[in-house]
């Protein structure tokens, strides 16, 4: 099935396609496989190969599956730019193995949030300057577009960091699927950060793309590289394609920046490249920035004590690598705070790095306004409560169903909200919750953010998306009469 979304605006008419599987490619290669394969994208770095274990037909690996054909060439997945099969390896192989590298950081198997065992990848989905993780769809969406500039197709699959962001989706969400049932701009800001800063450290475990980095910064990381700027092929196409820089420089975002937090309630909606917004996207660049910050640290630390660029970089996102699997067990599992993150993450390095960053932690986390110095220094609740990453939302988060009642809710004024609150959570807690919830809907519906349908209308995946191509933050659906947002469980990269 085909469908078309466009706008009235300057923005391309996106066409895109819901494709279905074919059936695999007869005697496929298994085992090990060689991949093309780039850790970034094309326009910083060149397509090279790597080495993908555990592959079967399709090509599959345990956790994923290309959708769509995909024959090999002489026991291998290797294809010259250009030719077919190219971008469906690329996007086949950055999401194996991102899923490979945070499974070894986490310790243990990576289980999805949606029923199955394995995620589906549509490589080349149709026409859009965009790529989307969908649990309903149980995939991963990579699209095409041409830059009007370049006049070069760039395909969202074939970039490594785009792709490793999106399975960072899908990886988050089966950690932690109460953050796609929360509403407030903390959790949505923290998933994009999640993907962003998995394909940094992602990139950083690739020999040719580390040893870009220590070319490019001799191991300052205060200095803009491959790495700290984030989808660079796809950034510099919406930005011709609107004619402006709508995101900052060459990039759909950097870790660079000097962001400090603000209450998200008195932020823009959708910011600047110089200003926070409260809208996911820009909100993250808070936390990814953040967290850079500490990696730069760390690297710092490891240089101090003798280490050449190149291993302190590689150390210091290994170390990384392991505190975000560390932090997946003392994380909150509801809607949440940057605070309540921040603090979760100097949890997790005390109990599974030793506390060897939590100094490091609490300063550029204090020095960005997130945390207050040793005031948060205690353990949170939540991170002592259970240290098993995947429970039921019986045993973990509880709903809540709050009410939306003024004028400023416009013509959902009425409607139920249900958000989903930690277990741990104090009554304090769930007050402040509760208020959350109400400031962000005012500003989603003012934004446009929230879809109505009637009484009894079937929706489909692909009406939860606007007209240029973005889901909708929320959609309504009809409990007994009773109007009900529900959260859509689709996040995109920009």
């Known amino acids: 099935m085909t469908t078309t979304a466009c706008s009235t605006s300057q923005t391309p008419c996106k066409s895109w396609s819901w494709p279905k599987p074919d059936p695999p490619a007869p005697q496929p290669p298994s085992g090990e496989v060689e991949f093309s394969y780039n850790p970034q994208d094309r326009s910083v770095l060149d397509a090279g190969t790597t080495i993908i274990g555990g592959v079967g037909a399709g090509p ?116 932690r699927p109460g953050y796609l049932g929360a509403w407030s701009p903390d959790p949505g800001g923290f998933h994009e950060s999640f993907g962003d800063v998995l394909a940094m450290l992602v990139c950083l475990q690739d020999d040719r793309c580390l040893q870009r980095v220590v070319e490019q910064t001799g191991g300052d990381l205060s200095i803009p590289n491959l790495a700290s700027h984030l989808g660079e092929e796809l950034g510099t196409a919406i930005n011709n394609s609107t004619g402006r820089n709508v995101t900052g420089g060459n990039y759909t975002r950097t870790a660079i920046n000097n962001f400090v937090w603000q209450d998200p309630s008195t932020l823009p909606d959708k910011g600047g490249p110089d200003q926070l917004g409260r809208a996911v996207h820009s909100y993250s660049r808070l936390w990814t920035g953040s967290f850079y910050d500490v990696l730069k640290g760390m690297v710092n630390s490891n240089r101090e004590q003798g280490m050449e660029p190149f291993q302190a970089i590689r150390a210091a996102s290994t170390e990384a690598l392991k505190l975000y699997g560390g932090l997946m067990k003392t994380a909150p599992r509801g809607d949440h705070t940057y605070r309540d993150m921040a603090r979760a993450l100097v949890a997790a390095d005390r109990q599974y790095n030793n506390g060897a960053r939590s100094e490091l932690i609490t ?48 013509q959902f004024d009425g409607a139920m909200v249900d958000n989903l609150v930690d277990k741990s959570a104090s009554i304090i807690q769930e007050a402040e919750s509760v208020d959350r919830v109400k400031e962000s809907l005012k500003h989603l519906i003012a934004a446009g953010r929230i879809l109505y349908t009637d009484p009894g209308k079937p929706i489909s995946e692909k009406d939860l998306f606007d007209p240029h191509g973005r889901p909708y933050t929320g959609v309504v659906r009809w409990e007994n009469g009773q109007m009900v947002i529900e959260r859509v469980k689709i996040l995109s990269t920009r």
């Open 363 to 410: 300063r550029v986390f204090s020095d960005r306004r997130i945390l207050n110095g040793r005031e948060d220094g205690e353990t949170p609740s939540f991170a002592l409560a259970d240290a098993r990453i995947y429970q039921s939302e019986e045993e973990s988060i509880r709903p809540q169903r709050v009410l939306l009642q003024g004028l400023e809710f416009r």
């Open 60 to 175: 599959t690996v345990e956790k994923a599956r290309l959708n769509g054909a995909n024959p090999a060439r002489d026991g291998k997945y290797v294809f010259a730019p250009g030719e077919q099969g190219f971008v469906g390896a690329l996007a086949f192989s950055s999401v194996a193995r991102a899923i490979k590298i945070f499974e070894e950081a986490l310790g243990e198997p990576i289980r999805w949030a949606f029923n199955g065992t394995q995620l589906r990848i549509n490589a080349d989905a149709g026409r859009d300057l965009n790529a989307f993780y969908s649990r309903q769809g149980k995939s991963l969406n990579f699209f095409h577009e041409t830059d009007p500039i370049t006049r070069q197709v760039v395909y969202s699959g074939g970039s490594g960091e785009v792709a490793a962001h999106e399975a960072g989706h899908a990886i988050l969400d089966g950690l």
